[in-house]
């Protein structure tokens, strides 16, 4: 019987040390619960861009993405996201989608317009820009490079 309430006493122990760490992760998840406003924005590519990446805006994170799809008639990118509802964006601004570094990850970077009327919730941002392939950039780099004058290429005689 005394073994009975011994491990009794553990296994509550241990279900206790594991919601502590519970608790501990979702607090240190950075994932809370805010209220947002969701926006949308198509582009023509959103390269290495998945749901749950960043929204940022001058560096700081304001929002998440929250979903991608394809739109049937234009065949663009369309970028759901969520922005917290504090922050109002301007009906000028823009949206591109850019690499946090070299080997980084990619994010959506919202570059807040002038106009002095802003954006209601579910508005499309119309500028947009969208992610560079590097893949493409390096090809083109590589096989624009004309050859050098020598000797061996000058066949005038």
Known sequence: MKNN????????????????FFVFAY???????????????????????IVGSDVRMSGVKVGTISALT???????????FTVNKNIK???????EVVSDGLLGGKYLAIVPGGDETFLAAGNTIIHTQSSVNLEALIGQ????QKPKN???NNDTN
Not at 89 to 95: E, I, M, R, T, V
Not at 141 to 144: E, G, M, T
């Open 141 to 144: 780099l590589i096989f624009s």
């Open 5 to 20: 309430t011994i491990e009794t006493l553990m296994g509550a122990v241990v279900l206790l040390v594991a919601g502590f």
């Open 150 to 152: 020598t000797p061996e």
């Open 89 to 95: 964006l301007p009906k000028d601004s823009s949206a």
């Open 27 to 49: 607090q240190n998840s950075g994932s809370k619960v805010i209220d947002s406003v969701e926006y949308s924005a198509a582009f023509d590519r959103v390269d290495g861009v």
């Open 70 to 80: 394809i739109d049937p008639q234009t065949y663009l990118a369309k970028v759901s």
